[in-house]
C-alpha cells in the first residue's frame, strides 16, 4: 500500500511537458499501440511505451515498463501528463516482466477504466493477464486493481460502450475474444467467445466502435509480410462480422507491427497508429502518428494512405518543421535526421537543385500579418530560398540569402506582402548551391 500511494503522488509531481509534433505526434520517446479518447473536450491518447531494454532477453524484444497519457485540444500541441501505471505499482504484475503491452480506456458511472495487459507473477504463471485501473480524472492518478479480470487470458484490450450501457471487452491471444462486461466493469458477465467472419492468418490487436447503427471490428492482420490494418462490420456488437477490407497497406518504414484506434474529434475521424520513425533499423522501438479518415455513404471505410504531415493547423509563428512535408519536388529535395546519434532531435529539409521544393499545408498566419521569417540554416557553398503560398507558382512572400556556413545559423528576411488567413507554404531553392532546413517561424 505504501509503494502504491507513493505512485499515486508522483502522478500528480510529474512535470508535465508540452510537444509541438506533425508525424510522429510525440517527439521525445516512443509511444506505440495508440489507443485514442475524446474525454472531456479532449483528445486523450494512452499508448504503450517502448523502451530500450535493460534485461538481456528483451533485446531483441518488445519492452515496456509503464504507461503514459497525453492530450490536445487541437491536435498539434501535446501535452504529456507522465507515468500514470508502472509495472512495479500493479499487485497481480510481475515488476521486471517490462511487458506492459497495449492498453485501452474508458469513462462509465463516472470513473475512467484503464485497461491493461501484462505477465501476472508467481510461481507457474504464464502468458498474458488483463487489469483495470480506476481514475476520477482521464490523466489520473489511477489506482490498479489487485487482481486481473478473471477469465481473460490475452493481450491488446479493447472495451467498446453499446447506447443501452452494456460494455464490451475484446482481446485477442489464440483468436479474437470478445465478452459482455458487468456494470462494475472488472467482472465479465458472459463466457468468452470467438470472433467469427475474419480472414485467415495472423491477426491481434483488435478495436471496435459503433457509427450510425453498424459496429466495425478492426484489426492488424498479417496478409503478406508485415501487418495492415483491417476490418469486418456487423450489426451486433458480439458479429458475426463481415469482412470489408483494409484500412492502411503494410507500413512504408517495414515497421512489422501496426497498431490503432479510431476516433471522430471536432466532425471529423481520424486514425491512431504507429510506426518506427524514431528507429528504422529497430521496429520494436515505436512512433504514434495520426492521420484523418472517411467514410463512403455506404459506411465502408476509405484506406487512409500514412503521412508526414498529419493532421491540424500549424501556427506560422511558431517553429514550422519542414520536414514533416505535405509534398517534395521530384528532385533535389530529400529529408534526413539532424543527428544520426541520436534521433529524437528530429529531421531536416535538404534542397540541392535549382527549382526544389518543399510544400507543407495548413500554415496559419492569423489576422495580424507578419513582419518577418526566420530560419535555422546551414549551407556548405551559400544559396538563396525563396518562399511562396499557394503553389509552386504563386506569390513570392520573401526571399532568404542564406550564407556560406558550417554550423546551424539562424537567419532573418523581411516578409514582402501582408499575409493574414491560412496557406499552403512553399519552400523553394533559387538558383546554385545547397541549403539544409531544421525550421522556418514567421514573426
Excluded at 538481456?56 to 501535446?78: I, Q, T
Excluded at 447506447?163 to 489464440?174: E, T, V
Excluded at 458475426?240 to 475521424?269: A, R
Excluded at 521544393?357 to 530560398?385: A, H, I, M
Aim: aromatic residues 14%.
Amino acid at each position: 500500500m505504501k509503494n502504491k500511494r507513493l505512485f499515486l503522488l508522483s502522478a500528480f509531481l510529474v512535470i508535465i511537458g508540452t510537444l509541438k509534433a506533425q508525424n510522429p505526434i510525440i517527439t521525445d520517446q516512443f509511444t506505440a499501440d495508440p489507443t485514442a479518447k475524446v474525454f472531456e473536450g479532449k483528445m486523450y491518447v494512452y499508448p504503450s511505451h517502448d523502451i530500450p531494454s535493460p534485461i538481456e532477453r528483451l533485446k531483441e524484444w518488445f519492452c515496456m515498463a509503464d504507461y503514459h497519457v497525453f492530450s490536445s485540444d487541437n491536435l498539434v500541441d501535446w501535452t504529456d501528463h507522465g507515468v500514470i501505471l508502472s509495472q512495479e505499482n500493479v499487485p497481480w504484475v510481475a515488476p521486471d516482466s517490462y511487458s506492459m503491452w497495449a492498453p485501452e480506456c474508458v469513462y462509465k458511472n463516472g470513473k475512467y477504466y484503464f485497461y491493461f495487459p501484462s505477465t501476472p507473477k508467481g510461481e507457474g504463471k504464464r502468458g498474458f493477464s488483463i487489469g483495470v485501473a480506476i481514475a476520477d480524472k482521464p490523466y489520473g492518478p489511477f489506482t490498479p486493481q489487485a487482481t486481473p479480470i478473471e477469465g481473460v487470458n490475452g493481450i491488446d484490450p479493447c472495451v467498446l460502450i453499446d447506447k443501452d450501457g452494456q460494455a464490451y471487452i475484446y482481446w485477442s491471444g489464440r483468436g479474437m475474444s470478445v465478452a459482455k462486461l458487468k456494470d462494475n466493469m472488472l467482472e465479465l458477465a458472459s463466457e468468452p467467445m470467438q470472433i467469427q467472419g475474419l480472414p485467415e492468418g495472423f491477426k491481434e490487436g483488435p478495436f471496435a466502435f459503433e457509427r450510425n447503427g453498424k459496429y466495425y471490428f478492426t484489426f492488424p492482420w498479417v496478409k503478406e509480410k508485415t501487418e495492415v490494418l483491417a476490418y469486418a462490420m456487423g450489426d451486433n456488437p458480439m458479429g458475426p462480422f463481415e469482412f470489408k477490407g483494409i484500412i492502411m497497406d503494410e507500413s512504408p518504414t517495414d515497421c512489422w507491427t501496426n497498431h490503432h484506434s479510431l476516433v471522430e474529434y471536432k466532425g471529423q475521424w481520424y486514425l491512431f497508429y504507429h510506426h518506427n520513425d524514431y528507429s528504422p533499423e529497430f521496429d520494436k522501438n515505436r512512433s504514434a502518428r495520426v492521420d484523418s479518415l472517411f467514410f463512403n455513404p455506404d459506411g465502408t471505410i476509405q484506406k487512409v494512405t500514412p503521412t508526414l504531415r498529419g493532421v491540424g493547423i500549424t501556427d506560422a509563428r511558431k517553429e514550422i518543421q519542414l520536414d514533416r512535408y505535405s509534398r517534395l519536388s521530384n528532385q533535389g529535395a530529400a529529408i534526413d535526421y539532424l543527428n544520426q546519434a541520436n534521433k529524437f532531435e528530429g529531421w531536416k529539409t535538404l534542397l540541392s537543385k535549382n527549382g526544389a521544393w518543399v510544400q507543407y499545408n495548413r500554415v496559419n498566419f492569423g489576422e495580424s500579418t507578419p513582419r518577418k521569417v526566420k530560419t535555422r540554416v546551414t549551407s556548405d557553398n551559400g544559396g538563396t530560398l525563396q518562399i511562396r503560398i499557394n503553389g509552386t507558382n504563386g506569390p513570392v512572400i520573401s526571399e532568404i540569402k542564406v550564407p556560406k556556413t558550417d554550423k546551424w545559423t539562424n537567419i532573418e528576411s523581411p516578409v514582402r506582402s501582408a499575409q493574414t488567413g491560412i496557406h499552403d507554404l512553399y519552400v523553394s531553392l533559387k538558383g546554385s548551391g545547397k541549403v539544409e532546413i531544421d525550421w522556418i517561424s514567421f514573426q
